[in-house]
């Protein structure tokens, strides 16, 4: 019988894709964790939504957002995770890949490979340099570069429709993306690291000027919420320059207005 597990653990032995074997054995697999997320994004998305899932990697939220019943638009530009994304979701028709960044304009950009860990590959060379000689990130190469097409977030929503949840998380290009949206949805979340803060600064400045204006975090891959309410982009914004550079990473979580009594409550 073919299912996602089983597609899953031909990957697993796939010697082409050995690079995304720690990936697959982290994000799959883990009836716990999945049911942690699926609760978790309820909050946001429900049955017959359009998620979008900017940054896919090799797909567990698109797993997460199926589960809860949305259509998926993923976008991801690393032939490596696409390969492994189309093996997945091979069939299910309401996940659409998109085969590109997401950035400010449309075009093409260099795309900074790390092969021995794909899922910090990222579109910022500023991101690059920031990693270099942190604490937390020693050993990590970005040993590669490919031309990769960019598609702009309004582009996707002209083509897809509006979401009701968007999931950015692109290795410190999150204020790139945003600056290629000019209209607030009714949620989204980017990730931010320690070793980037400027970049989540930019975001939380962009959101506000969209009309957003209740936020919350998550730190890692924790699927819980530090406040439990929303806050002010500027309460948010002098959490994250308080938090220890050991934090490393974590997701702001955005709502505009008509959203913010759904937030805690859905």
């Known amino acids: 019988m073919d299912t996602v597990g089983t597609r899953i653990a031909a990957l697993r032995n796939d010697p082409a894709l050995s690079l995304l074997r720690r990936s697959l ?3 799959y697999g883990d009836p716990e964790r999945d049911a942690r997320m699926d609760a ?54 309401r996940v659409t890949l998109v085969e590109a960044a997401c950035g400010a304009v449309a075009g093409s950009v260099r795309f900074h490979v790390n092969s021995a860990n794909p899922t910090v590959s990222t579109a910022s060379p500023h991101f690059v340099r920031a990693a270099q000689g942190a604490g ?55 990730e931010f690291t320690t070793i980037a803060r400027p970049v989540a600064q930019r975001c939380l400045d962009r959101l506000t000027a969209l009309g957003f204006d209740g936020f919350d975090v998550a730190l890692g891959d924790d699927k819980s919420m530090t406040f439990q309410r929303w806050m002010s982009a500027a309460d948010v914004a002098a959490h994250l320059r308080t938090l220890p550079h050991e934090a490393n990473s974590g997701d702001v979580y955005c709502v505009s207005a008509s959203e913010q009594g759904q937030g805690f409550g859905r």
């Open 136 to 190: 937390g990130w020693e050993g990590q190469v970005w040993d590669a570069e490919i031309e990769v097409p960019v598609v702009t977030f309004d582009a996707l929503v002209k083509r897809y429709g509006v979401p009701a949840f968007a999931k950015i998380d692109v290795e410190g290009f999150e204020d790139a993306v945003l600056a290629g949206l000019s209209r607030p949805l009714p949620a989204l979340s980017f």
């Open 40 to 93: 978790f994004y309820s909050r946001f998305v429900s049955s017959g939504d359009l998620v979008f899932d900017i940054g896919s990697h090799i797909g567990d939220h698109i797993g997460s957002f199926r589960r809860l019943g949305a259509r998926v638009v993923a976008v991801e530009p690393q032939p490596l995770c696409l390969r492994a994304l189309r093996a997945i979701y091979a069939g299910d028709d």
């Open 25 to 27: 054995d982290v994000y």
